[in-house]
């Protein structure tokens, strides 16, 4: 059984690009959050979807969105990139009446 | 946004001692959830709490919800060096949305 797993491993963009990461949660899973993690921090809360819409979602400005597609794997955009956007960028799923979220290996993105 | 104050921020100890870290809020919380984390890595679930004042066991580990749904505790029996790594806390409220600590670094000296 696969567990989470998240494309691409690693990334490099330059400022004021666009990116795309994308997941594919746990078999089974149908609920899919984002999350963004910062060198020495613990990982802060992106957004989460479930059924395909935006359910909640972090203090994270407009230039990150999302998408859930049918087959609850999920994308995480961000536009106009800032250097400050460099981090591990972690993706869990977990079923929509548990909080037990299991994580992917996450994508690590640097700006330059 | 919010991080959780978990202590200590780094511990140093010698094959087959224990540990305790905890996990402190100053908002309740509905879950408690421990991760490890290694280098380069997703976090791992090791253990879930659910109700105020549960003790609950996953090998050499037990966690614990604090009675006032405030804090979290982690110990881990007779380190060995597997278990290397960053631990971190996460509050759950209604919704599934988490709040995770700010780490515990863990080194285990053979």
């Known amino acids: 059984d696969a567990g989470v797993t998240q494309s691409p491993t690693h990334l490099i963009k330059t400022r004021g690009q666009q990116v795309t990461l994308r997941c594919s949660p746990k078999?089974?899973?149908?609920?899919v959050s984002w999350y963004q993690q910062a060198l020495g921090q613990g990982p802060q809360f992106i957004f989460q979807?479930?059924?395909?819409?935006?359910?909640q979602r972090g203090n994270f400005p407009d230039r990150f969105s999302g998408h859930q597609f049918p087959n609850y794997s999920s994308e995480l955009n961000v536009n106009a990139l800032l250097l400050g956007d460099s981090a591990l960028y972690l993706c869990a799923s977990s079923f929509s009446s548990s909080p037990e979220a299991f994580f992917g290996q996450g994508t690590r993105l640097t700006v330059v | 946004g919010q991080q959780l104050n978990q202590s200590p921020q780094s511990m140093f100890i010698q094959e087959g001692e224990d540990v305790s870290m905890n996990c402190t809020s100053s908002?309740?919380?509905?879950?408690w959830l421990w991760y490890k984390q290694d280098p380069g890595e997703g976090p791992v679930l090791l253990i879930a709490?659910?109700?105020?004042?549960e003790l609950t066991s996953n090998g050499r580990l037990t966690a614990q919800f604090g009675i006032t749904r405030k804090d979290s505790f982690l110990n881990i029996s007779a380190s060995i060096p597997s278990d290397v790594g960053i631990y971190f806390c996460a509050g759950v409220r209604t919704g599934n949305q988490f709040y995770f600590g700010t780490g515990t670094s863990l080194t285990v000296i053979p």
């Open positions: 979807y479930y059924e395909e819409e935006e359910r």
């Open positions: 078999s089974g899973h149908d609920t």
């Open positions: 709490l659910y109700k105020a004042g």
């Open positions: 908002s309740i919380f509905n879950t």
